[in-house]
């Protein structure tokens, strides 16, 4: 649900009968419940004076907070009077159990470009409009054996663009991959079912660097990480490792060739899920990872639900082998996906990665829309 609108009086103040109960709802919101200054509207909105009550209870709001005066646009729930400085507080309105910044807000969508050179970019306009949302485009089809990443910038409240992006070896050029993106705002946020999601940014360079979550996970995570913007001549894509139910450690990695330099910080967003099942308010998740079996041959995961039209998201969790590596996906159908670590070419032409490696990934039953 997104918003409700109770006309329970004349809105002239007078008393209107009988009962509201507005109870186990997830509140969301998208572009049509925004205010012109892009501020999220109040979700439930209640004009006049109940007689017998307005019951709020066992609801989740994307708002941050419960709401301390009846009057304030823009909270989880407003009671609007013809006049408001004739009450002080509340009328027969009773609230009860609700959870606040909560309600996940977000979308997920398919792209299939083809990438003509290095300096084209695509832009993804979103469904709905965001404070300061997180982007993660990760992993790559395999529809092209040439060694790709997807590169981000210009993240904005309602688009983004991106890039199959290649390295300083290759020409630029791309045949069409399968990309699957997920946005989702900055936060702690919980699933309908209380799956608990951590959405966040920072800034990293070469060097490793410890990410401490503001979320209590109760067992390890499966993070994805990826730039948020480009800066710097020299691509990079992250690297993440140490996953643990406190935190991660993250950092950038150019090509091998260029792997004893160092690198620029760079903004870096990412995405902390709980594993198993999420069920979101129009759409469900399955989040998990492979044992550390990965390399850079095919590895077939079978997914424990099955999706007829799936998009699906992947990064590398550890950091056995220290050679530049991005995950790639093939095969995909709503049984599972074959993923591998590939390596790019720029030092030696073999791509051999030794060191298994666990993979952890997020597929959906939805293929676009707000989840």
């Known amino acids: 649900m997104h918003a409700l609108t109770e006309n329970i009086s004349d809105y002239e103040g007078n008393l209107a009968g009988g009962t509201i109960i507005i109870e186990r709802n997830t509140f969301q919101f998208n572009t049509h419940h925004r205010a012109v200054d892009g501020q999220a509207e109040e979700a439930v909105k209640i004009r006049g004076r109940p007689d017998d009550g307005v019951y709020i209870r066992n609801n989740r709001f994307y708002h941050l907070k419960e709401p301390e005066n009846p009057h304030v646009h823009g909270q989880a729930y407003q009671q609007r009077m013809p006049d408001p400085d004739a009450i002080d507080g509340w009328e ?40 300061d949302p997180v982007v993660m485009m990760k992993s790559a089809s395999y529809k092209d054996p040439e060694p790709c990443h997807i590169r981000l910038r210009n993240v904005e409240s309602d688009s983004f663009e991106f890039q199959i992006g290649k390295w300083l070896y290759q020409d630029g050029s791309h045949k069409p991959e399968f990309l699957s993106y997920l946005v989702l705002e900055t936060g702690t946020q919980r699933a309908n ?133 991005y995950p790639r996906s093939n095969n995909l159908n709503k049984y599972g996906v074959d993923v591998k670590i590939d390596e790019e070419q720029s030092a030696d032409n073999e791509t051999v ?13 939805k293929k676009n829309g707000l989840i």
Not at 92 to 109: H, K, M, W, Y
Not at 353 to 365: D, N
């Open 92 to 131: 027969n309105l009773f609230t009860s159990d609700n959870q606040f910044g909560t309600a996940v807000c977000g979308e997920i969508g398919v792209e299939t470009p083809a990438q003509a050179s290095r300096e084209q970019w695509h832009t993804v306009s979103l469904r709905s409009v965001y404070q």
């Open 193 to 325: 079912n209380g799956t608990l999601i951590e959405t966040g940014k920072t800034s990293v360079n070469h060097e490793f660097k410890s990410i401490s979550f503001e979320s209590d996970f109760d067992s390890q995570p499966v993070v994805l990480t990826q730039p948020q913007v480009v800066q710097g001549a020299h691509p990079a894509v992250t690297r993440n490792n140490n996953v643990t139910a406190d935190g991660f450690d993250v950092r950038l990695q150019e090509e091998q060739r260029l792997s004893d330099g160092g690198h620029r910080f760079e903004p870096v967003g990412y995405m902390a899920f709980e594993q198993g099942v999420i069920n979101l308010l129009s759409t469900r998740l399955e989040v998990g990872r492979t044992p550390t079996e990965v390399t850079d041959d095919w590895y077939r995961m079978n997914f424990k639900t099955t999706r007829d039209t799936p998009a699906f998201l992947a990064d590398i969790q550890t950091f056995n082998g220290t050679d530049t590596s």
């Open 353 to 365: 990665h030794k060191y298994s490696e666990s993979v952890g990934y997020i597929v959906s039953e």
